[in-house]
């Protein structure tokens, strides 16, 4: 089985604090993406990555970035977290084939105070 | 742009009833891949089902089962049978075909589905 695994389950932030959330997945998937979900919006995608060091803006890529130096594991960074960022984030990857469904990891409920 | 949505944001059934979720879509591709998903309490989003849209049979896994209307752009989900293990936020998502094997999921803003006992 794909396991996705993220970091952090809960974490509390300060304003204006830098971010890290980290995502690592097992099974050599060349896709990885970071979604933020928040209630009567569902997922909205902020960055993907096909390979390493590429990246993609998603829908919502302002006040993100994106590190990915290894296939394995992808990194979204809140360069000042503000409070709007309070959120559930969700990373998944999938294999570079078309049709191939997500994998998800089991989120990062992250607060900014 | 691809949009997706579901009109129902909660439903309750009562265990061992069949339900239906609804998702309707809008995009001017011919060929592309239509999802469900589930997330029960845990948050661990689990795919349900899948279906190719140049497939006219609908897909089916276990009590699980899709109706897809092509020309009506719906794409809805049918439990039969259903079981408290059922109770999850539903998610309906579209995939349009890209080079390279780098497409990416379009969502839907969920059902929560609650399952009565």
């Known amino acids: 089985d794909v396991k996705v695994t993220q970091s952090s389950r809960y974490l509390v932030k300060r304003t204006g604090e830098k971010v890290f959330l980290e995502c690592v997945q097992d099974?050599?998937?060349?896709?990885m993406f970071w979604y933020r979900q928040d209630p009567g919006l569902g997922l909205r995608l902020i960055y993907f990555?096909?390979?390493?060091?590429?990246?993609e803006k998603g829908d919502i890529p302002e006040g993100y970035s994106v590190s990915r130096e290894k296939k394995e594991r992808f990194s979204l960074i809140l360069e000042s977290a503000s409070t709007n960022q309070t959120s559930m984030y969700l990373c998944?990857?999938?294999?570079?084939?078309?049709?191939?469904?997500?994998?998800f990891g089991n989120g990062t409920r992250l607060t900014v105070t | 742009a691809q949009t997706v949505t579901q009109s129902q944001p909660e439903m309750s059934v009562q265990e061992a009833e069949t339900v239906t979720l609804s998702c309707t879509y809008d995009?001017?591709?011919?060929?592309?891949?239509l999802f469900w998903y589930k997330q029960p309490p845990s948050r661990q989003m689990i795919l349900v089902i899948r279906?190719?849209?140049?497939?006219?049979q609908n897909a089916t896994e276990n009590r699980f089962s899709v109706n897809f209307q092509k020309a009506a752009k719906s794409f809805s989900l049918k439990i039969s049978d259903s079981q408290l293990g059922d109770t999850a936020m539903y998610f309906c998502?579209?995939?349009?075909?890209?080079?390279?094997?780098?497409?990416?999921?379009?969502f839907g803003t969920g059902t929560r589905l609650t399952i009565i006992p």
């Open positions: 998502a579209f995939m349009k075909p890209a080079n390279f094997g780098n497409e990416k999921l379009t």
């Open positions: 099974m050599d998937h060349e896709n």
């Open positions: 990555s096909y390979d390493v060091k590429m990246k």
């Open positions: 995009t001017s591709e011919n060929n592309y891949y």
């Open positions: 998944a990857s999938s294999k570079g084939q078309p049709n191939s469904p997500l994998h």
């Open positions: 279906q190719e849209a140049y497939k006219q």
